[in-house]
């Protein structure tokens, strides 16, 4: 069964770093450009960064140059690197293809927290 386990979330104050990380099986994994998704409550899920097979990336505005998704295509992860954290960017973060009919279920998601 396809399946997505986040990890890496936490609490960090304002300015801080975290370092996200999904396992992807293989069958979501694969060929697919990959994403970053985070959720706030009242509000839906929101592509956050995004990544092709060949390693082009895409942000939203408000995390360009302070967050930094990659990939292994051999080990089936994608990461998400956070700099610079700010309030603003607190929420659920998930990973999933990016084109719908490729995702997976969701997974459990991982709680990013950053305090001011």
């Known amino acids: 069964q396809a399946q997505l386990v986040e990890s890496g979330g936490g609490l960090v104050q304002a300015g801080g770093s975290l370092k996200l990380s999904c396992a992807a099986s293989?069958?979501?994994?694969?060929?697919?450009?990959m994403g970053w998704y985070r959720q706030v409550p009242g509000k839906q899920r929101e592509l956050v960064a995004s990544?092709?097979?060949?390693?082009?990336?895409t942000y939203m505005d408000s995390v360009r140059d302070r967050f930094t998704i990659s990939r292994d295509n051999a080990k089936n992860t994608v990461d998400l690197q956070m700099n610079s954290l700010k309030p603003e960017d607190t929420g659920v973060y998930y990973c999933?293809?990016?084109?719908?009919?490729?995702?997976?279920?969701w997974g459990q998601g991982t709680q990013v927290t950053v305090s001011s």
């Open positions: 293989g069958s979501i994994f694969s060929r697919n450009a």
């Open positions: 999933n293809a990016v084109t719908t009919s490729k995702r997976g279920s």
């Open positions: 990544i092709l097979s060949g390693g082009f990336t």
